[in-house]
């Protein structure tokens, strides 16, 4: 569990993060945002890497501002993005990070090893150099070198870009699995991601919370204000000003799945919100762009 | 720990797997091999010398490697996005960053091993003593991982203190301003060698660690309190990194690696202070100089001399290489100057603490470098005066000048240089040691304006107290109870070396070369060759025995001070020895064959190369005199070498043709016989062989008397 009071953190002049309070339970647990909003900032921090300016966090328990060091023994983390030494083999990695996790007993650290490969589908590559890894495969690594040790909180920051689908249901998948028995956070702006797996949620918008809650409460802030709204394709142009989350072709016409406070067109059906358009809505009502 | 090596091992597995860098330090041991490898004849075969010169540059410039080193350690990962993960993992910041240290400290060793080993090599080979070999090692060892150690610490503190690339221009200006610009721009210009400690390869144009009869014994002090600060320093650049990182990525310790950093910068300022007080002292001694008499020579009264027949001086070294002295000095009275003060030259650095004339005490005053008598203390009569003067004090007279500092005369351990023209015993005369100009200071030279050539007596001396061998100017043998005695007739001065030194004889009486231990292959051939010129002459030549006997070849100029430039022409008499600089392209060579030969045979400081109102002179402005000394040597050259005659003439120096041509044909007939038979009658005749000191005072001998002595058929 992470319980997050009052966490800030200003670059300059520019507050990434002002006052965040939020409490992160076990499971899984989504962080959105669109670029900019401080996910980053706030995983970082998370992760021991960044001290806040204001406010702390505490991570199982644990005090971030005082107690770093012990934090980074209950952590696991993936970072954005994700390099290793290229002249290691997968293996070697694996076993260095097990290593400076505290797995001192070279048994305990071969098997730690084998279990996290095989929880990330490694094993064919596990002895081949890192240089030579796909980006998926990189990405697999990396989560397999923040599950080492068996931490009892997972930060994962982005985990699915430029995955291909298939790795990327995988890796939904996985994360799924490990938050059965960890607290794992998640930051995305792939919305996707977070429907698909997590019960929680919590939308950073400008640094700031906009809104914590499950994802069928983010959902909810959509409700009744979705529509689908058909159009001929000589009448696009003037959908320009609605808020359109997605658009089909269908014969002739275009079918626009549209956010908005009122009905947009007299032909107008509502819709049952999904996560995204409670996200879309959260945003378009706080001001702000979705990215 | 298992942590730390295992952190340890990959920072070592990255190092060691860059074909680049793998490649380097073997390429470096290569250069150095290449180096040592090319010594031979003509130039100096020098060893030791060559080792330093190669540190002083090739080091220099693998010490950008290290401040690369340095940056790239840190910048590879702990300061690239990608590898954020790493400051996620449970390890000790000070382990990251020392283990980053020690594995860049081990490649860099590398480099300084792969010399050791290449110098060894040679050394072995050279037949240098194994426990001076080790010495050598290890004072190129330490000096190396001192250079490197702190280097290093300098590109890891410069990665974490700068933002991005411009890291990589800050360090390359850093090793810039360490090595060549603080060096030539700053120390060199203000004379500020209190700033040594500062170069990041202190063997960069340092002329006295550069020489092995004393450099790095004579500077032990220096390098050991440098050594000190520099280690406090380097603790401090990683105390720096490691508090740097800590708030680079939040660590509870952080507050406790400022404190630590401060307290190493607390610790580096204290270990720099016994090391600015023995610059203090030094600057002290320097301005001691300044005051003795100004040091401007245009303001001097002008140098007096008087006579002296015999000295017999006492030498003793005290602890903390406190000389006492006892000077005993016969005069001639009637030799003494008329009116005023007797004026007798002592280096400033000695107190006179007592003065008797005739066995009575009297009263002296002393000023600077003089100590003047009351003429009245003097008797006004026919015969011989003796003077007794007593004095102590430690002599280390350190003098500094651009880019380099300067002993004009030392003693310390059994590290001695005490040249006559410093005045370590009473001068007879008013002579000035030391002239200030502007910026730097001068040692005068002996026969110059500012100190007369003396005039001949005879000395005895006796040392005492001194730990190792002592030489001189002069045959010594050792005296009662570890003491050495000093004696010689008719000479101008006693010099004398002591020192990491060497004596190079092949037969009992035959030349001795008294040199440091690199030079002894140089030196065993050159005797050889002068055996053998010795040997050629003495079977038809009755010239002198004793003059020239040894040659000092040690890297200062005659008379000069530790630590000078090598100036060229920079050979000169002293005593019965020849006083050669030694440089990598003044050593002993044909050219300074041809100046022991000439020397021997004729005396003097009027060597081929010497006498510089002869130097350049067309044949017909050199005297006839002159120019039938150096037939002698042309002889040898051409007879006992088997030389072409060009090549001869280059060495001889230049010979008329009305002079060369007969040699020439008889030797082309197979009469060397009749050329010697001609030389020799005129180096009887005309008493050729006495040291006269200067070209122009020679016998005039007339051109026809030459071509007549031809005419005569044997």
Same mark, same amino acid.
């Given at each position: 569990?992470?319980?997050?009071?009052?966490?800030?953190?200003?670059?300059?002049?520019?507050?990434?993060?002002?006052?965040?309070?939020?409490?992160?339970?076990?499971?899984?647990?989504?962080?959105?945002?669109?670029?900019?909003?401080?996910?980053?900032?706030?995983?970082?921090?998370?992760?021991?890497?960044?001290?806040?300016?204001?406010?702390?966090?505490?991570?199982?328990?644990?005090?971030?501002?005082?107690?770093?060091?012990?934090?980074?023994?209950?952590?696991?983390?993936?970072?954005?993005?994700?390099?290793?030494?290229?002249?290691?083999?997968?293996?070697?990695?694996?076993?260095?990070?097990?290593?400076?996790?505290?797995?001192?007993?070279?048994?305990?650290?071969?098997?730690?090893?084998?279990?996290?490969?095989?929880?990330?589908?490694?094993?064919?590559?596990?002895?081949?150099?890192?240089?030579?890894?796909?980006?998926?495969?990189?990405?697999?690594?990396?989560?397999?070198?923040?599950?080492?040790?068996?931490?009892?909180?997972?930060?994962?920051?982005?985990?699915?870009?430029?995955?291909?689908?298939?790795?990327?249901?995988?890796?939904?998948?996985?994360?799924?699995?490990?938050?059965?028995?960890?607290?794992?956070?998640?930051?995305?702006?792939?919305?996707?991601?977070?429907?698909?797996?997590?019960?929680?949620?919590?939308?950073?918008?400008?640094?700031?919370?906009?809104?914590?809650?499950?994802?069928?409460?983010?959902?909810?802030?959509?409700?009744?204000?979705?529509?689908?709204?058909?159009?001929?394709?000589?009448?696009?142009?003037?959908?320009?000003?609605?808020?359109?989350?997605?658009?089909?072709?269908?014969?002739?016409?275009?079918?626009?799945?549209?956010?908005?406070?009122?009905?947009?067109?007299?032909?107008?059906?509502?819709?049952?919100?999904?996560?995204?358009?409670?996200?879309?809505?959260?945003?378009?009502?706080?001001?702000?762009?979705?990215? | 720990?298992?942590?730390?090596?295992?952190?340890?091992?990959?920072?070592?597995?990255?190092?060691?797997?860059?074909?680049?860098?793998?490649?380097?330090?073997?390429?470096?041991?290569?250069?150095?091999?290449?180096?040592?490898?090319?010594?031979?004849?003509?130039?100096?075969?020098?060893?030791?010398?060559?080792?330093?010169?190669?540190?002083?540059?090739?080091?220099?410039?693998?010490?950008?490697?290290?401040?690369?080193?340095?940056?790239?350690?840190?910048?590879?990962?702990?300061?690239?996005?990608?590898?954020?993960?790493?400051?996620?993992?449970?390890?000790?910041?000070?382990?990251?960053?020392?283990?980053?240290?020690?594995?860049?400290?081990?490649?860099?060793?590398?480099?300084?091993?792969?010399?050791?080993?290449?110098?060894?090599?040679?050394?072995?080979?050279?037949?240098?003593?194994?426990?001076?070999?080790?010495?050598?090692?290890?004072?190129?060892?330490?000096?190396?991982?001192?250079?490197?150690?702190? @280097?290093? #610490? !300098?590109? =890891?503190?410069?990665?974490?203190?700068?933002?991005? &690339?411009? $890291?990589? *221009?800050? +360090?390359?200006? /850093?090793?810039?301003?360490?090595?060549?610009?603080?060096?030539?721009?700053?120390?060199?210009?203000?004379?500020?060698?209190?700033?040594?400690?500062?170069?990041?390869?202190?063997?960069?144009?340092?002329?006295?660690?550069?020489?092995?009869?004393?450099?790095?014994?004579?500077?032990?002090?220096?390098?050991?309190?440098?050594?000190?600060?520099?280690?406090?320093?380097?603790?401090?650049?990683?105390?720096? @990194?490691? #508090? !740097?990182? =800590?708030?680079?990525?939040?660590?509870?310790?952080? &507050?406790? $690696?400022? *404190?630590? +950093?401060?307290? /190493?910068?607390?610790?580096?300022?204290?270990?720099?202070?016994?090391?600015?007080?023995?610059?203090?002292?030094?600057?002290?001694?320097?301005?001691?100089?300044?005051?003795?008499?100004?040091?401007?020579?245009?303001?001097?009264?002008?140098?007096?001399?008087?006579?002296?027949?015999?000295?017999?001086?006492?030498?003793?070294?005290?602890?903390?290489?406190?000389?006492?002295?006892?000077?005993?000095?016969?005069?001639? #009275?009637?030799?003494?100057?008329?009116?005023?003060?007797?004026?007798?030259?002592?280096?400033? *650095?000695?107190?006179?603490?007592?003065?008797?004339?005739?066995?009575?005490?009297?009263?002296?005053?002393?000023?600077?470098?003089?100590?003047?008598?009351?003429?009245?203390?003097?008797?006004?009569?026919?015969?011989?005066?003796?003077?007794?003067?007593?004095?102590?004090?430690?002599?280390?007279?350190?003098?500094?000048?651009?880019?380099?500092?300067?002993?004009?005369?030392?003693?310390?351990?059994?590290?001695?240089?005490?040249?006559?023209?410093? #005045?370590?015993?009473?001068?007879?005369?008013?002579?000035?040691?030391?002239?200030?100009?502007?910026?730097?200071?001068?040692?005068?030279?002996?026969?110059?304006?500012?100190?007369?050539?003396?005039?001949?007596?005879?000395?005895?001396?006796?040392?005492?107290?001194?730990?190792?061998?002592?030489?001189?100017?002069?045959?010594?043998?050792?005296?009662?109870?570890?003491?050495?005695?000093?004696?010689?007739?008719?000479?101008?001065?006693?010099?004398?070396?002591?020192?990491?030194?060497?004596?190079?004889?092949?037969?009992?009486?035959?030349?001795?070369?008294?040199?440091?231990?690199?030079?002894?292959?140089?030196?065993?051939?050159?005797?050889?060759?002068?055996?053998?010129?010795?040997?050629?002459?003495?079977?038809?030549?009755?010239?002198?025995?004793?003059?020239?006997?040894?040659?000092?070849?040690?890297?200062?100029?005659?008379?000069?001070?530790?630590?000078?430039?090598?100036?060229?022409?920079?050979?000169?008499?002293?005593?019965?020895?020849?006083?050669?600089?030694?440089?990598?392209?003044?050593?002993?060579?044909s050219y300074?064959l041809v100046?022991?030969?000439?020397?021997?045979?004729?005396?003097?400081?009027?060597?081929p190369?010497?006498?510089?109102?002869?130097?350049?002179?067309?044949p017909?402005?050199?005297?006839?005199?002159?120019q039938i000394?150096r037939a002698f040597v042309y002889l040898y050259l051409r007879d006992g070498l088997g030389m072409a005659p060009d090549q001869a003439l280059k060495l001889a120096g230049t010979i008329g043709d009305a002079v060369r041509r007969p040699i020439d044909e008889a030797l082309r007939r197979g009469e060397a016989?009749r050329v010697k038979?001609v030389l020799?009658?005129?180096?009887?005749?005309?008493?050729?062989?006495?040291?006269?000191?200067?070209?122009?005072?020679?016998?005039?001998?007339?051109?026809?008397?030459?071509?007549?002595?031809w005419?005569?058929?044997?």
């Open positions: 569990m992470i319980e997050i009071r009052g966490l800030s953190r200003r670059y300059g002049r520019r507050w990434a993060l002002k006052g965040l309070d939020l409490t992160v339970e076990a499971g899984m647990f989504g962080l959105l945002g669109p670029n900019g909003a401080g996910k980053t900032t706030l995983m970082r921090i998370l992760a021991t890497l960044l001290p806040p300016t204001s406010g702390d966090a505490l991570v199982e328990g644990v005090p971030l501002r005082s107690r770093p060091d012990e934090i980074r023994k209950l952590i696991g983390y993936l970072p954005q993005l994700f390099q290793v030494y290229p002249q290691m083999t997968g293996g070697e990695f694996l076993e260095y990070v097990a290593l400076m996790k505290g797995v001192d007993d070279p048994r305990a650290r071969r098997r730690s090893v084998e279990e996290v490969v095989e929880q990330v589908h490694l094993g064919e590559w596990i002895d081949r150099k890192a240089g030579t890894y796909s980006g998926g495969t990189r990405r697999r690594l990396g989560i397999a070198q923040a599950l080492i040790g068996d931490p009892r909180v997972l930060i994962v920051d982005e985990p699915t870009a430029g995955l291909d689908p298939e790795e990327r249901v995988r890796f939904r998948n996985l994360l799924a699995t490990l938050s059965l028995r960890k607290t794992v956070l998640l930051s995305t702006h792939i919305v996707s991601d977070i429907e698909s797996s997590c019960r929680r949620v919590a939308v950073l918008d400008r640094g700031e919370l906009a809104m914590a809650g499950t994802t069928a409460e983010l959902a909810d802030r959509a409700r009744g204000k979705v529509w689908e709204v058909r159009l001929a394709e000589s009448e696009l142009p003037e959908a320009a000003s609605w808020q359109l989350v997605a658009t089909r072709q269908e014969g002739s016409e275009v079918v626009c799945r549209v956010i908005a406070a009122e009905r947009p067109a007299p032909e107008a059906k509502p819709l049952e919100p999904t996560l995204e358009d409670g996200y879309l809505a959260l945003l378009r009502a706080r001001g702000g762009e979705p990215a | 720990m298992r942590k730390w090596l295992r952190l340890w091992e990959q920072e070592c597995g990255w190092l060691w797997r860059n074909p680049v860098l793998l490649l380097l330090p073997p390429l470096y041991g290569f250069l150095l091999f290449l180096r040592l490898a090319r010594l031979g004849p003509p130039s100096s075969e020098d060893l030791y010398s060559a080792v330093f010169d190669f540190h002083g540059t090739m080091e220099t410039l693998s010490l950008g490697l290290a401040i690369w080193l340095g940056l790239a350690l840190l910048r590879r990962d702990v300061l690239r996005q990608g590898y954020e993960w790493l400051g996620t993992l449970p390890v000790s910041r000070v382990a990251l960053v020392t283990a980053k240290y020690a594995a860049g400290f081990a490649y860099l060793s590398q480099f300084a091993l792969l010399a050791a080993a290449v110098f060894a090599g040679f050394a072995v080979r050279r037949g240098l003593p194994g426990d001076l070999l080790l010495r050598h090692l290890g004072f190129f060892a330490l000096q190396d991982e001192w250079s490197y150690g702190v @280097t290093l #610490a !300098l590109g =890891m503190v410069l990665a974490l203190l700068i933002p991005g &690339r411009l $890291a990589y *221009l800050v +360090a390359f200006c /850093a090793w810039i301003f360490g090595t060549y610009f603080l060096q030539h721009f700053v120390i060199a210009r203000y004379h500020w060698y209190f700033l040594d400690t500062f170069l990041l390869d202190p063997l960069l144009g340092d002329r006295i660690l550069a020489i092995e009869a004393w450099g790095y014994s004579l500077l032990s002090r220096d390098l050991f309190l440098s050594r000190i600060f520099v280690a406090a320093f380097t603790l401090w650049l990683l105390a720096c @990194t490691t #508090a !740097l990182l =800590m708030f680079r990525w939040p660590a509870a310790a952080r &507050r406790k $690696a400022v *404190l630590a +950093a401060a307290a /190493a910068l607390a610790l580096a300022a204290v270990a720099y202070v016994p090391y600015g007080l023995l610059w203090q002292e030094r600057y002290r001694i320097e301005a001691s100089a300044l005051r003795a008499d100004g040091g401007d020579p245009e303001k001097r009264a002008p140098a007096v001399q008087f006579p002296v027949e015999a000295y017999r001086i006492t030498l003793a070294r005290g602890p903390n290489d406190v000389l006492s002295g006892t000077a005993e000095l016969t005069l001639p #009275a009637s030799g003494l100057p008329r009116g005023g003060p007797v004026t007798f030259t002592l280096n400033r *650095l000695l107190t006179v603490t007592r003065v008797q004339v005739d066995g009575k005490p009297v009263p002296w005053e002393r000023s600077g470098d003089h100590l003047f008598l009351a003429r009245s203390s003097l008797p006004a009569r026919a015969g011989t005066v003796t003077v007794r003067v007593e004095y102590r004090g430690r002599l280390f007279d350190w003098l500094s000048m651009p880019s380099s500092q300067r002993l004009a005369a030392f003693v310390q351990g059994g590290d001695v240089y005490l040249p006559a023209s410093q #005045a370590w015993y009473p001068l007879p005369g008013r002579f000035y040691l030391k002239s200030l100009y502007p910026g730097y200071w001068v040692v005068s030279t002996p026969g110059g304006p500012n100190l007369p050539a003396m005039p001949p007596a005879a000395f005895r001396l006796l040392l005492r107290g001194f730990p190792g061998r002592v030489y001189a100017t002069v045959p010594g043998r050792p005296g009662p109870g570890r003491t050495q005695i000093f004696t010689a007739d008719q000479v101008d001065g006693l010099s004398l070396f002591g020192g990491n030194l060497t004596e190079v004889r092949l037969d009992p009486g035959g030349e001795t070369v008294i040199c440091s231990p690199s030079n002894v292959p140089e030196a065993r051939r050159f005797v050889a060759q002068v055996d053998r010129a010795r040997r050629y002459f003495a079977s038809w030549l009755d010239a002198p025995r004793d003059r020239a006997r040894r040659v000092i070849y040690l890297p200062l100029p005659p008379y000069g001070a530790v630590g000078d430039y090598p100036l060229s022409g920079s050979y000169g008499l002293s005593g019965q020895s020849l006083l050669a600089t030694e440089s990598t392209h003044l050593n002993l060579d300074r100046d022991v030969v000439h020397a021997w045979l004729f005396g003097g400081n009027d060597l190369g010497w006498v510089v109102p002869l130097r350049g002179l067309p017909d402005q050199i005297p006839l005199a002159q000394r016989e038979g020799k009658a005129f180096y009887e005749r005309y008493d050729l062989s006495r040291g006269l000191g200067d070209g122009r005072s020679l016998p005039a001998i007339p051109l026809q008397e030459w071509q007549k002595a005419e005569v058929r044997p």
